[in-house]
Nanobody, 117 residues
Framework: QVQLVASGGGLVQPGGSLRLSCAAS????????MTWYRQAPGKQRELVAA???????NYADSVKGRFTISRDNAKNTVYLQMNYLKPEDTAVYYC???????????WGQGTQVTVSS
């Protein structure tokens, strides 16, 4: 059974940092491209950052220079280090693992990030 478990969300002040984790089980993690998405209230889900199975990364313009995505294949985990957080980063963050051009795609349950003073 495939499972992605996201964690690390919380309440943080503007300018603060959080690190999200997404642990995978039931898959050969190293084969998967991993992506963090977020969805704010009343808005569509958007891509935040992605890392390919080979380690190539991609970021939304709104988070470039502030967020870093990384993966540890030995731990079957992808991370999202978020620095200099802004109120507009407030959203539920979801991790996704996919391969074979999306033929196999799995979602984590989401973790809430709230940036507020």
């Amino acid at each position: 059974q495939v499972q992605l478990v996201a964690s690390g969300g919380g309440l943080v002040q503007p300018g603060g940092s959080l690190r999200l984790s997404c642990a995978a089980s039931g898959v050969i993690f190293s084969f998967y491209n991993m992506t963090w998405y977020r969805q704010a209230p009343g808005k569509q889900r958007e891509l935040v950052a992605a890392i390919s199975s080979g380690g190539d990364t991609n970021y939304a313009d709104s988070v470039k220079g502030r967020f870093t995505i990384s993966r540890d294949n030995a731990k079957n985990t992808v991370y999202l280090q978020m620095n200099y957080l802004k109120p507009e980063d407030t959203a539920v963050y979801y991790c996704n693992g996919a391969r074979a051009r999306g033929r196999y795609s799995y979602w984590g349950q989401g973790t809430q990030v709230t940036v507020s003073s």
